[in-house]
């Protein structure tokens, strides 16, 4: 069983300020915009009904995604300005914008921690402790979780800087092993060892990284696309779910019984994701008495 309240969720981690306010009381219930989905048969106005009524954290997120919208400009021309020279800027992060994020995570990290235990691994054998991190760089999470259990050992993924990854900032540490290479690759591992000769990827699958025993207390599956990922046009209406759908799969073969994995999720009353958290929670309950907790980009 994980540290992590007894299979508890949060369904939605929009900022800590957000979890705590709503968990404080300061937040009231509020039905759900009609601009969040105007079609009230539709799975997403059903899912965002049900997050309202049963998942306080989630009551300020319309109104943040809102603010969010007004402060960015979404309905004004300088908005288009504004995100390209955002994009500049997360695309050619420069030492300080890689420290600032990496500072970033770690707070976030140190968060979630404080309000869930979510990095406690509890274990008998502090030696035998293990993390899993499906893409790590810069490197905070990780961070959080050895300074939490220095013990740990850790093995963290991440993309090439040739393929238009970001740099690991995190300290060189002896228990842990960083794996550079594009985690969408790992067919073997995913269980496909019949790759067609024409496949455009042919010659790029990966061999196994995992021996099949391998086994993680916490892992954390917290990946998003880059936009200097240099990759194969056949992938790219669907990477977004190619990368989650890697992560879930390798991360949910090689968690402990009784771990806890780290999910990060968009939007987080989507179809797509609602039916995650339904297959997670029956994961949950049903089969392994571990934790998952959902960790949300709201806009
Ligand atoms: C939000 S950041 C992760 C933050 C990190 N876990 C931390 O705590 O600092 C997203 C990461 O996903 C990685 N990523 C995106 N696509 C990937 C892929 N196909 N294979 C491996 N890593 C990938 C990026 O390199 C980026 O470092």
């Not at 969408?184 to 042919?202: E, F, K, Y």
Request: proline fraction near 4%; charge should be positive; glycine fraction near 6%.
């Amino acid at each position: 069983m994980s540290s992590y309240s007894e299979q508890t969720w949060y369904s939605v981690y929009d900022s800590v300020s957000v979890v705590q306010n709503a968990l404080q009381g300061t937040v009231l219930y509020q039905e759900a915009p009609a601009s969040q989905s105007s079609d009230n048969q539709s799975p997403s106005y059903a899912i965002t009904q049900y997050l309202l009524r049963e998942v306080p954290e989630f009551w300020r997120l319309p109104k943040l995604r809102q603010k969010a919208k007004c402060q960015k400009g979404w309905e004004n021309p300088e908005g288009d300005q504004f995100f390209e020279k955002q994009r500049k800027t997360a695309d050619n992060a420069d030492k300080k914008t890689a420290k600032h994020f990496f500072r970033m995570m770690k707070n976030i990290g140190h968060d979630m921690h404080q309000m869930t235990d979510v990095f406690c691994i509890n274990g008998l054998n502090p030696d035998k402790q293990a993390i899993l991190d499906m893409c790590v760089a810069p490197g905070g999470f990780l961070a959080t979780a050895l300074r939490i259990n220095p013990q740990a050992r850790a093995i963290g993924f991440s993309l090439p800087k040739s393929e238009g990854g970001h740099n690991v900032l995190l300290p060189k540490h002896h228990n842990v092993s960083l794996k550079f290479l594009d985690i969408t690759l790992l067919a073997t591992d995913m269980g496909r060892l019949d790759i067609p000769n024409g496949h455009p990827d042919a010659g790029k699958f990966l061999p196994r990284q995992f021996s099949s025993e391998q086994r993680f207390d916490l892992v954390i599956c917290d990946g998003q696309v880059l936009r200097t990922h240099e990759r194969a046009t056949y992938r790219e209406h669907r990477e977004a779910r190619r990368l989650t759908l890697t992560q879930l799969a390798l991360g949910l073969e090689h968690v402990k019984l009784g771990g806890t994995m780290i999910v990060l999720l968009h939007k987080v009353e989507s179809r797509r994701y609602g039916m995650l958290q339904h297959l997670g929670q029956t994961i949950c309950t049903t089969k392994l008495s571990m934790s998952i907790v959902w960790t949300l980009i709201s806009c």
